[in-house]
Structures are given as structure tokens and as C-alpha cells.
């Protein structure tokens, strides 16, 4: 096992979870559901929630979801450190681990948020109380989500024909050009997810391949 990968591994993954929490906390501690702060003409604080996946995607049931997500966090965790002892590049770790970071802050909320926190609504921000007296049961807590872009916005032509197709705006129709709600988990996922896409895509196809056994080259660590 590479020792120095494992610590580096280990302190992306603590500083990723306690930045994303100390944000959250703030967040919901001090705005109301739905409030936004606006920062720029393009980029605002806004304070939702949500019971899914990343981007407040939703899949099926919220217990079962966070299951998932713990056994698949599980899973990374013993995958990169199966890594190291093969000799993988850093590079290539540290997007794994950013990935695991981010799934943990999500799952995070999920596990603790609705038995310490009270209910957040459009009228009364949340506060902290005892274990057991919050807004909901172990793993059935919702993720706290607050950043958000709408980068351009504009409105539809009023031409009626534009209802009748599909998987377009309608006709008066206000539109936001990425308008998902996204938290700092969430950013730690997609950087990494990217990253691997982008740098890493021969040894991410070798990982991938159970008939490979050998550990790749160093040549493979900056690809694009």
C-alpha cells in the first residue's frame, strides 16, 4: 500500500466533507426555504432541498437511494485502496476520491439532517436541536442544495405552435439556461467524474476491465 496516497486520499476527502457541511449548516441555519441571495447577475445562494440524487434528480425511494449510496461509497473506498497497493498515479486517486468526498457529503445529510435539524420552510428557518427531536428519521433526510446559475435567461416567442412540440419550451415560457440547484458534494463529484473523463480515460477503461491485472503506465497520467 502507498501510504502517502492513502493520506492524501484520506485529507481530500475530510476537507471536501467539512467544507461542504460548514456551508450547508450555514445555509440552512440562516435562510428560509426557497430565499435567495443574489451574489452576481449570474450566480445566487438559493436555499433548496431535495430527497434524490445529485442536482435534486429524484430516484425511486429515499431509504433505498441512501442505501445505495452508502454501499456504493463503501465500494470506492475499498477500490482505491486496492489501488494504491498497485501502484495507480495520484492523479488518477485523487479524482476517486473526490467522487467518494462528494457521495459522502450527500449521504451525510441523509443520515443526520432530519434527526437534528427542525423543519425548514418558506416562513421559518431551521434550527438545531436534540438528536431524535428533528424533522425526520435516520436516513430519510433531505439534502441541502444552494448554489445556482442561471447564466442566461430569456422567454419564449408567443407562437402557439410551440406547444406542440416536444421536449421544447412553451410559448411564453420563461427559461433558465442551467437552472439545477447543486451543493459543494455535488461540484466534488462532477469535477472528478470530469477529470477522470478528461485525464484518465485509458486507466479508467483498464480499471474497468477485470480481465486487467497489471497496473498502468505512468505515461497514461496525463491524457487528454
Known amino acids: 500500500m502507498n501510504r502517502k496516497q492513502v493520506i492524501i486520499s484520506i485529507a481530500i476527502i475530510l476537507l471536501v466533507l467539512i467544507i461542504d457541511q460548514i456551508i450547508k449548516v450555514e445555509v440552512k441555519t440562516n435562510m428560509a426555504l426557497g430565499e435567495h ?5 449570474w450566480f445566487q445562494i438559493a436555499f433548496v432541498e431535495n430527497n434524490g440524487m445529485a442536482f435534486g434528480m429524484s430516484f425511486g425511494s429515499k431509504i433505498i437511494l441512501t442505501l445505495f449510496r452508502i454501499i456504493t461509497v463503501g465500494f470506492l473506498t475499498w477500490y482505491v485502496l486496492r489501488l494504491t497497493r498497485r501502484g495507480y498515479q495520484m492523479g488518477f486517486i485523487v479524482c476517486l476520491s473526490m467522487i467518494i468526498a462528494g457521495a459522502l457529503g450527500n ?8 434527526e437534528i435539524f427542525t423543519q425548514s420552510t418558506h416562513t421559518d428557518v431551521a434550527r438545531i436541536v436534540p438528536w431524535g427531536e428533528g424533522y425526520g428519521d435516520v436516513l430519510e433526510g433531505r439534502v441541502v442544495d444552494m448554489f445556482y446559475f442561471p447564466l442566461i435567461e430569456w422567454n419564449m416567442p408567443g407562437w402557439n405552435w410551440l ?6 419550451p412553451n410559448a411564453y415560457e420563461h427559461c433558465v439556461f442551467f437552472s439545477p440547484v447543486f451543493n459543494f ?4 463529484i462532477s469535477c472528478g467524474v470530469i477529470a477522470l ?5 485509458k486507466t479508467l477503461s483498464k480499471c474497468l476491465n477485470a480481465k486487467k491485472e497489471t497496473a498502468p503506465n505512468a505515461e497514461d497520467s496525463a491524457e487528454s
Not at 449521504?107 to 432530519?114: K, L, N, Q
Open 163 to 168: 406547444n406542440d412540440i416536444p421536449f421544447i
Open 107 to 114: 449521504i451525510f445529510d441523509c443520515i443526520f439532517y432530519g
Open 197 to 201: 473523463i478528461l485525464f484518465y480515460r
Open 37 to 41: 441571495i443574489p451574489i452576481t447577475s
Open 185 to 188: 458534494a455535488d461540484a466534488s
